[in-house]
Protein backbone atom coordinates (compact mmCIF):
# COMPACT_ATOMS: atom_id res chain seq x y z
CA UNK A 1 0.00 0.00 0.00
CA UNK A 2 1.57 3.47 -0.77
CA UNK A 3 2.01 5.77 2.04
CA UNK A 4 -0.84 7.85 3.51
CA UNK A 5 -1.92 10.95 2.97
CA UNK A 6 -3.69 12.21 6.03
CA UNK A 7 -6.16 15.13 5.50
CA UNK A 8 -3.52 17.36 7.60
CA UNK A 9 -0.35 17.69 9.08
CA UNK A 10 0.76 19.78 12.00
CA UNK A 11 3.02 23.42 11.39
CA UNK A 12 6.03 22.74 13.39
CA UNK A 13 8.65 25.59 13.82
CA UNK A 14 12.26 24.37 13.61
CA UNK A 15 13.60 22.11 16.59
CA UNK A 16 16.75 23.89 17.51
CA UNK A 17 15.41 27.27 17.29
CA UNK A 18 12.49 26.34 19.81
CA UNK A 19 15.07 24.70 22.07
CA UNK A 20 17.08 27.79 22.00
CA UNK A 21 13.71 29.97 23.00
CA UNK A 22 12.82 26.97 25.78
CA UNK A 23 16.27 27.11 27.43
CA UNK A 24 15.05 31.47 28.15
CA UNK A 25 12.46 30.02 29.34
CA UNK A 26 13.98 27.71 31.49
CA UNK A 27 16.20 30.48 32.76
CA UNK A 28 13.63 32.59 33.33
CA UNK A 29 11.81 29.70 35.67
CA UNK A 30 8.79 31.79 34.46
CA UNK A 31 6.72 28.64 32.48
CA UNK A 32 2.89 30.16 33.25
CA UNK A 33 0.53 33.14 34.51
CA UNK A 34 1.61 36.12 32.06
CA UNK A 35 5.00 35.30 31.26
CA UNK A 36 6.87 37.49 29.00
CA UNK A 37 6.35 35.25 26.10
CA UNK A 38 2.65 34.77 26.44
CA UNK A 39 3.01 38.85 25.96
CA UNK A 40 5.08 39.03 23.14
CA UNK A 41 2.72 36.76 21.58
CA UNK A 42 -0.35 38.40 22.36
CA UNK A 43 1.25 41.79 20.69
CA UNK A 44 2.21 39.39 17.73
CA UNK A 45 -1.00 38.30 17.07
CA UNK A 46 -2.70 41.77 17.42
CA UNK A 47 -0.31 43.37 14.51
CA UNK A 48 -0.78 40.22 12.28
CA UNK A 49 -4.37 39.46 12.51
CA UNK A 50 -5.02 43.61 12.65
CA UNK A 51 -6.95 43.38 16.05
CA UNK A 52 -6.45 46.02 18.95
CA UNK A 53 -7.35 42.92 21.63
CA UNK A 54 -6.72 39.47 22.05
CA UNK A 55 -6.47 37.05 25.41
CA UNK A 56 -4.45 33.68 25.23
CA UNK A 57 -6.40 30.27 26.07
CA UNK A 58 -5.11 26.72 26.32
CA UNK A 59 -7.42 25.74 23.81
CA UNK A 60 -10.18 26.94 21.25
CA UNK A 61 -12.84 25.48 23.53
CA UNK A 62 -12.57 27.28 26.76
CA UNK A 63 -12.57 30.86 25.06
CA UNK A 64 -16.27 29.91 23.79
CA UNK A 65 -16.78 28.87 27.35
CA UNK A 66 -15.90 31.90 28.81
CA UNK A 67 -17.15 34.30 26.16
CA UNK A 68 -20.83 32.86 26.82
CA UNK A 69 -19.80 33.82 31.15
CA UNK A 70 -18.20 36.91 29.91
CA UNK A 71 -21.19 37.86 28.40
CA UNK A 72 -23.66 36.69 30.75
CA UNK A 73 -25.47 34.53 28.21
CA UNK A 74 -28.40 32.98 29.17
CA UNK A 75 -32.05 30.80 28.01
CA UNK A 76 -31.12 30.09 24.67
CA UNK A 77 -28.59 30.45 22.25
CA UNK A 78 -29.30 29.96 18.22
CA UNK A 79 -26.18 28.24 16.31
CA UNK A 80 -25.40 25.88 13.67
CA UNK A 81 -25.34 21.97 13.92
CA UNK A 82 -22.60 22.15 10.98
CA UNK A 83 -19.88 22.72 13.09
CA UNK A 84 -17.43 20.81 15.28
CA UNK A 85 -18.74 19.54 18.11
CA UNK A 86 -17.39 22.50 20.61
CA UNK A 87 -19.45 24.67 19.36
CA UNK A 88 -22.65 23.59 20.52
CA UNK A 89 -20.65 21.83 23.86
CA UNK A 90 -20.20 25.14 25.00
CA UNK A 91 -23.31 26.29 25.12
CA UNK A 92 -24.78 23.11 26.85
CA UNK A 93 -21.95 23.55 29.82
CA UNK A 94 -23.30 27.05 30.20
CA UNK A 95 -26.94 25.37 31.37
CA UNK A 96 -27.84 27.08 27.80
CA UNK A 97 -30.48 25.95 25.74
CA UNK A 98 -28.67 25.01 21.95
CA UNK A 99 -31.38 25.90 19.21
CA UNK A 100 -30.05 24.65 15.80
CA UNK A 101 -31.09 26.42 12.45
CA UNK A 102 -29.75 25.46 8.98
CA UNK A 103 -27.04 26.25 6.93
CA UNK A 104 -26.77 28.34 3.59
CA UNK A 105 -24.71 25.87 1.00
CA UNK A 106 -23.07 28.44 -0.60
CA UNK A 107 -20.67 28.98 2.53
CA UNK A 108 -21.75 26.60 4.68
CA UNK A 109 -22.62 29.06 7.63
CA UNK A 110 -26.00 29.94 9.34
CA UNK A 111 -28.40 30.84 7.02
CA UNK A 112 -29.79 34.47 8.12
CA UNK A 113 -33.13 33.80 6.70
CA UNK A 114 -33.64 31.00 9.41
CA UNK A 115 -32.76 33.21 12.41
CA UNK A 116 -35.62 35.43 13.25
CA UNK A 117 -38.00 31.84 13.35
CA UNK A 118 -35.53 30.72 15.83
CA UNK A 119 -36.00 33.49 18.24
CA UNK A 120 -38.19 33.38 21.02
CA UNK A 121 -38.48 35.50 24.53
CA UNK A 122 -35.52 33.84 26.40
CA UNK A 123 -32.87 33.60 23.37
CA UNK A 124 -29.80 36.25 24.43
CA UNK A 125 -27.14 35.40 21.47
CA UNK A 126 -26.74 33.92 18.30
CA UNK A 127 -23.05 31.73 17.86
CA UNK A 128 -22.06 31.58 14.42
CA UNK A 129 -19.02 29.58 12.70
CA UNK A 130 -17.39 30.94 10.25
CA UNK A 131 -17.13 27.62 8.32
CA UNK A 132 -13.90 26.79 6.55
CA UNK A 133 -13.26 29.87 7.41
CA UNK A 134 -15.53 31.07 5.02
CA UNK A 135 -17.04 34.18 6.04
CA UNK A 136 -20.53 34.27 7.29
CA UNK A 137 -23.28 36.74 6.59
CA UNK A 138 -21.51 38.59 8.82
CA UNK A 139 -23.78 41.86 7.75
CA UNK A 140 -26.98 40.33 8.18
CA UNK A 141 -26.30 38.61 11.18
CA UNK A 142 -25.46 41.58 13.11
CA UNK A 143 -28.31 43.31 11.75
CA UNK A 144 -30.86 40.47 13.23
CA UNK A 145 -28.94 41.28 16.68
CA UNK A 146 -29.49 44.77 16.89
CA UNK A 147 -33.02 44.59 15.97
CA UNK A 148 -33.88 41.53 18.74
CA UNK A 149 -30.84 42.98 21.14
CA UNK A 150 -29.04 39.95 21.10
CA UNK A 151 -25.56 39.47 21.52
CA UNK A 152 -23.17 37.40 18.29
CA UNK A 153 -20.37 35.05 19.65
CA UNK A 154 -18.11 33.69 16.18
CA UNK A 155 -16.51 30.91 16.78
CA UNK A 156 -13.99 31.56 14.49
CA UNK A 157 -11.97 28.67 15.15
CA UNK A 158 -11.14 28.29 11.66
CA UNK A 159 -10.93 32.09 10.60
CA UNK A 160 -7.06 33.06 11.38
CA UNK A 161 -5.77 35.72 9.46
CA UNK A 162 -8.77 35.46 7.08
CA UNK A 163 -10.24 39.45 5.97
CA UNK A 164 -12.70 40.91 4.31
CA UNK A 165 -12.27 44.24 2.26
CA UNK A 166 -8.91 44.53 4.55
CA UNK A 167 -10.59 43.86 7.44
CA UNK A 168 -10.00 41.35 9.92
CA UNK A 169 -13.12 39.03 10.22
CA UNK A 170 -12.38 38.83 14.00
CA UNK A 171 -13.63 42.57 14.02
CA UNK A 172 -17.78 41.37 14.05
CA UNK A 173 -20.00 40.42 16.44
CA UNK A 174 -19.13 40.99 20.10
CA UNK A 175 -16.47 38.45 20.44
CA UNK A 176 -15.05 35.77 18.41
CA UNK A 177 -12.75 32.85 19.26
CA UNK A 178 -9.72 31.27 17.84
CA UNK A 179 -8.34 27.73 18.17
CA UNK A 180 -4.62 26.81 17.72
CA UNK A 181 -5.09 22.89 17.93
CA UNK A 182 -2.38 21.18 16.10
CA UNK A 183 -4.62 20.40 13.13
CA UNK A 184 -5.70 24.29 12.59
CA UNK A 185 -3.60 26.56 10.20
CA UNK A 186 -2.02 28.04 12.50
CA UNK A 187 -0.93 26.02 15.69
CA UNK A 188 0.01 26.49 19.22
CA UNK A 189 -0.01 22.63 19.92
CA UNK A 190 -3.05 23.19 21.73
CA UNK A 191 -4.15 26.69 22.29
CA UNK A 192 -6.82 29.51 21.20
CA UNK A 193 -7.71 32.57 21.70
CA UNK A 194 -10.52 35.21 22.51
CA UNK A 195 -10.89 38.44 20.04
CA UNK A 196 -12.81 41.70 21.92
CA UNK A 197 -12.96 45.00 20.85
CA UNK A 198 -11.98 47.39 24.36
CA UNK A 199 -9.77 47.23 26.79
CA UNK A 200 -12.16 46.81 29.75
CA UNK A 201 -12.96 43.50 28.15
CA UNK A 202 -9.90 42.09 27.54
CA UNK A 203 -9.29 43.34 31.37
CA UNK A 204 -12.05 41.26 32.64
CA UNK A 205 -11.72 37.96 30.39
CA UNK A 206 -7.88 37.88 31.78
CA UNK A 207 -9.61 37.58 34.78
CA UNK A 208 -11.98 34.66 33.98
CA UNK A 209 -9.44 32.66 32.30
CA UNK A 210 -7.05 33.19 35.61
CA UNK A 211 -10.16 31.76 37.85
CA UNK A 212 -11.53 35.50 38.16
CA UNK A 213 -8.70 36.65 40.26
CA UNK A 214 -7.58 40.29 40.27
CA UNK A 215 -5.24 40.68 42.02
CA UNK A 216 -3.95 38.39 45.14
CA UNK A 217 -7.04 38.70 47.51
CA UNK A 218 -9.76 40.06 44.98
CA UNK A 219 -12.03 37.45 42.49
CA UNK A 220 -14.89 38.92 40.48
CA UNK A 221 -16.54 35.98 39.27
CA UNK A 222 -16.33 32.13 38.63
CA UNK A 223 -13.96 32.22 36.20
CA UNK A 224 -11.78 28.61 35.26
CA UNK A 225 -7.99 28.35 34.60
CA UNK A 226 -7.30 28.31 31.07
CA UNK A 227 -3.70 30.25 30.50
CA UNK A 228 -1.90 29.62 28.08
CA UNK A 229 1.81 28.90 28.85
CA UNK A 230 5.26 29.84 28.22
CA UNK A 231 6.14 26.50 26.07
CA UNK A 232 3.23 26.88 23.60
CA UNK A 233 3.52 30.91 23.61
CA UNK A 234 7.03 30.00 22.41
CA UNK A 235 5.20 27.48 20.29
CA UNK A 236 3.27 29.86 18.71
CA UNK A 237 6.00 33.35 17.99
CA UNK A 238 7.96 30.61 15.93
CA UNK A 239 4.99 29.02 13.97
CA UNK A 240 3.63 32.76 13.19
CA UNK A 241 6.88 33.10 11.08
CA UNK A 242 5.94 30.14 8.64
CA UNK A 243 2.34 30.57 8.96
CA UNK A 244 1.97 32.88 5.80
CA UNK A 245 4.12 30.37 3.74
CA UNK A 246 2.20 27.71 4.84
CA UNK A 247 -1.13 29.49 4.02
CA UNK A 248 0.19 30.14 0.54
CA UNK A 249 1.31 26.64 0.01
CA UNK A 250 -2.40 25.63 0.88
CA UNK A 251 -3.10 28.47 -1.30
CA UNK A 252 -1.20 26.34 -4.47
CA UNK A 253 -2.72 23.15 -3.03
CA UNK A 254 -6.30 25.08 -3.68
CA UNK A 255 -5.47 25.58 -7.30
CA UNK A 256 -4.65 22.64 -8.39
CA UNK A 257 -7.51 21.32 -6.77
CA UNK A 258 -9.85 23.38 -8.43
CA UNK A 259 -8.41 23.21 -11.80
CA UNK A 260 -8.45 18.93 -11.96
CA UNK A 261 -11.93 19.15 -10.33
CA UNK A 262 -13.62 21.79 -12.41
CA UNK A 263 -14.48 19.44 -15.74
CA UNK A 264 -15.79 16.71 -12.89
CA UNK A 265 -19.79 16.50 -12.67
CA UNK A 266 -21.37 16.45 -9.79
CA UNK A 267 -18.52 17.60 -7.55
CA UNK A 268 -18.76 20.80 -6.01
CA UNK A 269 -16.10 22.95 -3.97
CA UNK A 270 -16.07 26.70 -3.14
CA UNK A 271 -14.24 29.51 -5.13
CA UNK A 272 -12.31 32.41 -3.51
CA UNK A 273 -15.20 35.27 -2.36
CA UNK A 274 -14.75 38.62 -3.97
CA UNK A 275 -12.79 41.05 -1.19
CA UNK A 276 -11.54 38.23 1.20
CA UNK A 277 -8.43 37.09 2.02
CA UNK A 278 -8.77 33.22 2.51
CA UNK A 279 -6.73 31.00 4.86
CA UNK A 280 -7.20 27.75 3.01
CA UNK A 281 -7.98 25.86 6.29
CA UNK A 282 -9.98 23.19 4.56
CA UNK A 283 -10.50 21.91 1.02
CA UNK A 284 -14.23 20.71 1.12
CA UNK A 285 -15.73 18.76 -2.03
CA UNK A 286 -19.50 18.05 -1.89
CA UNK A 287 -20.49 15.04 -4.06
CA UNK A 288 -23.65 15.03 -5.62
CA UNK A 289 -23.71 10.78 -5.81
CA UNK A 290 -26.89 11.00 -8.79
CA UNK A 291 -24.47 13.04 -10.81
CA UNK A 292 -21.00 12.08 -9.76
CA UNK A 293 -22.04 8.22 -9.92
CA UNK A 294 -20.69 7.56 -6.56
CA UNK A 295 -21.99 8.40 -3.24
CA UNK A 296 -19.73 10.44 -0.99
CA UNK A 297 -19.22 7.14 1.47
CA UNK A 298 -17.89 5.03 -1.70
CA UNK A 299 -16.17 7.57 -2.76
CA UNK A 300 -14.66 8.65 0.85
CA UNK A 301 -13.93 4.50 1.29
CA UNK A 302 -12.40 4.41 -1.55
CA UNK A 303 -9.88 7.22 -1.18
CA UNK A 304 -9.17 5.58 2.17
CA UNK A 305 -8.37 2.20 0.32
CA UNK A 306 -6.24 3.48 -0.94
CA UNK A 307 -4.13 5.38 1.88
CA UNK A 308 -5.54 8.77 0.87
CA UNK A 309 -7.34 10.27 4.68
CA UNK A 310 -10.12 12.99 3.81
CA UNK A 311 -12.32 14.02 6.57
CA UNK A 312 -16.25 13.81 6.51
CA UNK A 313 -16.06 17.22 8.44
CA UNK A 314 -19.13 18.14 9.48
CA UNK A 315 -20.78 14.52 9.39
CA UNK A 316 -22.84 13.56 11.21
CA UNK A 317 -24.28 17.23 12.64
CA UNK A 318 -24.30 18.27 15.94
CA UNK A 319 -27.91 17.72 16.19
CA UNK A 320 -27.71 13.85 15.72
CA UNK A 321 -25.85 13.41 18.66
CA UNK A 322 -27.19 11.76 21.67
CA UNK A 323 -27.14 15.28 23.75
CA UNK A 324 -28.83 17.21 21.70
CA UNK A 325 -30.97 15.07 19.42
CA UNK A 326 -33.91 15.29 21.04
CA UNK A 327 -34.21 18.96 20.80
CA UNK A 328 -37.14 19.82 18.55
CA UNK A 329 -34.50 22.42 16.40
CA UNK A 330 -32.42 19.23 15.91
CA UNK A 331 -34.93 17.79 13.43
CA UNK A 332 -33.45 16.57 9.82
CA UNK A 333 -36.82 18.22 8.88
CA UNK A 334 -35.37 21.76 10.81
CA UNK A 335 -32.31 21.29 9.15
CA UNK A 336 -32.62 19.89 5.17
CA UNK A 337 -29.19 22.19 3.59
CA UNK A 338 -26.85 21.22 6.49
CA UNK A 339 -28.26 17.99 6.52
CA UNK A 340 -27.65 17.29 2.46
CA UNK A 341 -24.67 18.96 3.03
CA UNK A 342 -23.02 16.79 5.87
CA UNK A 343 -24.17 13.77 3.86
CA UNK A 344 -22.23 14.74 0.56
CA UNK A 345 -18.82 16.34 2.47
CA UNK A 346 -15.51 15.29 2.38
CA UNK A 347 -12.67 17.62 3.03
CA UNK A 348 -9.78 17.06 0.88
CA UNK A 349 -6.45 16.03 2.28
CA UNK A 350 -5.12 20.27 2.73
CA UNK A 351 -1.70 21.28 4.44
CA UNK A 352 1.30 23.12 3.54
CA UNK A 353 3.29 20.29 2.75
CA UNK A 354 1.65 18.18 -0.12
CA UNK A 355 3.60 17.42 -3.22
CA UNK A 356 2.64 17.75 -6.62
CA UNK A 357 2.75 13.65 -6.20
CA UNK A 358 0.28 13.24 -3.22
CA UNK A 359 -2.21 15.91 -5.15
CA UNK A 360 -2.16 14.11 -8.56
CA UNK A 361 -2.45 10.78 -6.72
CA UNK A 362 -5.63 12.32 -4.42
CA UNK A 363 -7.26 13.66 -7.64
CA UNK A 364 -6.41 10.24 -9.79
CA UNK A 365 -9.14 8.55 -7.39
CA UNK A 366 -11.39 11.67 -7.75
CA UNK A 367 -11.21 12.61 -11.45
CA UNK A 368 -12.96 10.25 -13.84
C1 LIG B 1 -11.14 23.06 16.50
C2 LIG B 1 -12.47 23.68 16.75
C3 LIG B 1 -12.91 24.06 18.04
C4 LIG B 1 -12.21 23.64 19.31
O1 LIG B 1 -10.93 23.96 19.39
P1 LIG B 1 -9.94 23.16 20.37
O2 LIG B 1 -8.73 24.03 20.29
O3 LIG B 1 -9.74 21.81 19.78
O4 LIG B 1 -10.55 23.14 21.71
C5 LIG B 1 -14.09 24.77 18.19
N1 LIG B 1 -14.85 25.04 17.12
C6 LIG B 1 -14.51 24.67 15.87
C7 LIG B 1 -15.41 25.02 14.75
C8 LIG B 1 -13.32 23.95 15.66
O5 LIG B 1 -13.03 23.53 14.42
Not at 91 to 96: A, C, Q, S
Not at 132 to 154: E, S
Not at 182 to 211: C, P, S, W
Request: aromatic share 10%; proline share 5%.
Amino acid sequence: MPNQITVTTPLLPDLDEFSAMLKEVWNNKWITNNGQFHQKLEAALCEYLKVPYISLFTNGTLPLLTALQALRISGEVITTPYSFVATTHSIWWNGIKPVFVDIDPSNCGMDPDCIEAAITPRTTAIMPVHCYGKPCDIVRIQQIADKYGLKVIYDAAHAFGVEVNGKSILEYGDLSTLSFHATKVYTTIEGGAMIMHDQETKERIDYLKNFGFVDETEVIAPGINSKMDEVRAVYGLLNLQLVDAAIEARHQVAIKYRSALSTVKGIRYFEDMPGVKHNYSYFPIFVNAEEYGMTRDELYNKMRENGVYGRRYFYPLISTFSTYRGLPSASPENLPNATRVANEVICLPMHHQLSDEDINRILGLIVK
